[in-house]
């Protein structure tokens, strides 16, 4: 099993662009999240789903879109970057439910120009 | 106020002591985490409570549900455990949401 993989691993945009970080995961997990790290803020939920058609928002949504069409895929897509969200951006799987280990991608890190 | 707190924010201590990292929160919870991040960045799971205490190895994770706090324990410190340490509570509400501590970070000197 390949785990949580995310691509890329970095990226420079600049103010306006869009992109899209890619999240796949290949454990039949329902739950899966997308978090951003700042230095000093710990991290925040973006958006996260509960299964393949149901995503619903996090703490810091603005700015930010998701669609979970498959079980294994969570896209997180920037419509127009802005120097806020520079960041290390995290997506993490896990089964549904209370006692499931949460299992975290490597990690993208985004600047935004 | 942080719905999860962590203390200490910084630890540095010396190789072979006994380490206490704290978290405390204040909403309800279903289950508690907590996460090691190596400084190249990789995030992994270490414990997940719903009560009592686990233990893995020289790690030891304790909570408390009706004061609403968790230990983090590190036994016999080694300059390998130098990371920060996550806590994170999942939501007991319907949303089921997990929200994050802002960490420890822990240094062992050798």
């Known amino acids: 099993n390949a785990g949580v993989t995310q691509t890329p691993k970095f990226q420079v945009l600049k103010t306006g662009q869009s992109m899209t970080l890619q999240c796949a995961q290949d454990m039949n997990h329902e739950y899966m999240s997308w978090y951003r790290q700042d230095p000093g803020m710990g991290l925040r939920l973006i958006h996260y789903s509960v299964g393949a058609g149901i995503t619903d928002q996090g703490e810091v949504p603005n700015g930010y879109n998701v669609s979970r069409s498959t079980t294994e895929d969570f896209p997180l897509r920037l419509l127009s970057a802005a120097p806020s969200q520079t960041s290390v951006y995290f997506c993490?799987?896990?089964?549904?439910?209370?006692?499931?280990?949460?299992?975290f991608g490597p990690g993208t890190r985004l600047t935004v120009l | 106020k942080n719905e999860v707190e962590q203390s200490p924010q910084n630890l540095t201590a010396q190789e072979g002591e006994f380490i206490t990292i704290n978290c405390s929160y204040s909403?309800?919870?279903?289950?508690l985490h907590w996460l090691q991040q190596h400084p190249g960045g990789g995030i992994v799971s270490l414990f997940m409570l719903s009560s009592g205490k686990k233990k893995h190895g020289r790690l030891i994770a304790t909570i408390n549900i009706q004061e609403k706090h968790s230990s983090l324990h590190i036994t016999a410190s080694h300059p390998r455990d130098s990371a920060v340490y996550i806590c994170?509570?999942?939501?007991?509400?319907?949303?089921?949401?997990?929200?994050f501590g802002k960490g420890t970070r822990l240094h062992i000197l050798p």
């Open positions: 993490a799987s896990g089964l549904a439910g209370t006692w499931n280990e949460q299992f």
């Open positions: 994170a509570v999942r939501s007991g509400s319907r949303d089921d949401k997990i929200i």
């Open positions: 909403v309800g919870i279903s289950a």
